[in-house]
């Protein structure tokens, strides 16, 4: 089982920064994918921004270039720097990450951290 514990969120003023991290633990053969998402109260799920193995990045609008993604594959972290906030990123953050799980080839499955609350507010 894979276990991913975000880290970084909390309370900052308009035009304000944070980093969030996510550290991935337990048991598995590799990590593919990992990225961000997001979920405004009373909103959907949304993507913020992913990044492969590789370090190849994709942001979604929400990001607006605002926003940087990064991991350290030594540490099974994955980062994001957020900029700029205004009061339409609060949001609880979720960390995400595709693993290969199980014996031999084993199985490619998605985790979800249990998420980081964002708050933008004078």
């Known amino acids: 089982q894979v276990q991913l514990v975000e880290s970084g969120g909390g309370l900052v003023q308009p035009g304000g920064s944070l980093r969030l991290s996510c550290a991935a633990s337990?048991?598995?053969?590799?990590?593919?994918?990992m990225g961000w998402y997001r979920q405004a109260p009373g909103k959907e799920r949304e993507q913020v921004a992913t990044?492969?193995?590789?370090?190849?990045?994709h942001y979604t609008d929400p990001a607006n270039n605002r926003f940087a993604i990064s991991r350290d594959n030594g540490q099974n972290t994955v980062y994001l720097q957020t900029n700029s906030l205004n009061p339409e990123d609060t949001a609880v953050y979720y960390c995400?990450?595709?693993?290969?799980?199980?014996?031999?080839?084993?199985?490619?499955?998605?985790?979800w951290g249990q998420g980081t609350r964002v708050t933008v507010s004078s």
């Open positions: 995400y990450a595709r693993c290969r799980t199980g014996s031999g080839w084993g199985v490619w499955s998605d985790f």
């Open positions: 337990g048991s598995y053969i590799s990590i593919g994918s």
């Open positions: 990044i492969t193995p590789d370090g190849r990045t």
